[in-house]
């Protein structure tokens, strides 16, 4: 019921799977409307495609009250910035610092979007398609290290 809402409102593409795609351009306008709706963020997480040389965005939210649940996604190229959700979800914050860590897609606005999980020094992010297998530096890499 609210996610027809939302499609109509947004005149929304949704895939068979039943997610709805918004255009990152409305960010703020259709995070709002989405937060009014369903006041509990459920997750965020991303999808790298090297080939299209973007990323997928993909937050799932709930309305505890009414036990309905929404997943929409939007499309980002490598280069760009996502606006964050934090100002709408606090909860928003670790896990759009965990993609930062692990994809390397930068959300504006976050408070303090620094590696979560990896050290400081890391090179790269590991979650990302195109990231070679086996690049941990060297002092990192638990098969060289000497117990």
Not at 1 to 24: A, R, S, W
Not at 131 to 146: F, G, S, T, V
Request: hydrophobic share 35%; proline share 6%.
């Amino acid at each position: 019921m609210k996610k027809e809402i939302l499609k109509k409102e947004f005149n929304l593409e949704e895939t068979k799977d039943g997610i709805l795609i918004f255009p990152v351009k409305e960010f703020y306008h259709f995070m709002e409307k989405v937060k009014g709706l369903f006041p509990y963020l459920s997750f965020i997480t991303a999808c790298h495609f090297p080939e299209r040389k973007e990323f997928e965005i993909i937050y799932c939210v709930r309305d505890p009250q009414s036990g309905e649940t929404l997943i929409f996604k939007t499309f980002l190229k490598e280069d760009e910035e996502i606006p964050s959700a934090y100002k709408f979800y606090k909860g928003a914050d670790w896990m759009e610092r965990e993609i930062y860590d692990l994809f390397g897609v930068k959300f504006k606005n976050h408070p303090d979007l620094r590696r979560i999980l990896l050290p400081e020094d890391w090179e790269g992010h590991p979650l990302r398609k195109d990231y070679e297998i086996n690049r941990a530096p060297e002092k990192y890499d638990y098969r060289k290290k000497q117990y």
